[in-house]
């Protein structure tokens, strides 16, 4: 069975840190492409980071330079660093897998940025 179970989310001010988890069984790992989207009320699905099975890495401009995504194959875990987050940050965070035609997606972290 495939479990993608993301964790780390919670209420932060504006300007601060989060760094969020997605723990993997039931997939080999180091094959798949990782990502983490958002999705705030109201807003469709969006892509906030990727990472390839060789570690290259892929923002959009709206968090390139504040998150950092990275992967560790061992604990088959990615990771996802934020900075100098911002209240538009405020989202459902899902982790996502995917290998040829095999998508599996986590069932998300809520993360909000207030003061």
């Known amino acids: 069975q495939v479990q993608l179970v993301e964790s780390g989310g919670g209420l932060v001010q504006p300007g601060g840190s989060l760094r969020l988890s997605c723990a993997t069984s039931g997939i080999l790992f180091r094959s798949y492409v990782m990502s983490w989207y958002r999705q705030a009320p109201g807003k469709q699905r969006e892509l906030v980071a990727g990472i390839t099975q060789g570690g290259g890495t892929n923002y959009p401009d709206s968090v390139k330079g504040r998150f950092t995504i990275s992967r560790g194959n061992a604990e088959r875990t990615v990771y996802l660093q934020m900075n100098s987050l911002k209240p538009e940050d405020t989202a459902v965070y899902y982790c996502?897998?995917?290998?040829?035609?095999?998508?599996?997606w986590g069932q998300g972290t809520q993360v909000t940025v207030s003061s």
């Open positions: 996502k897998a995917d290998y040829g035609v095999r998508t599996y």
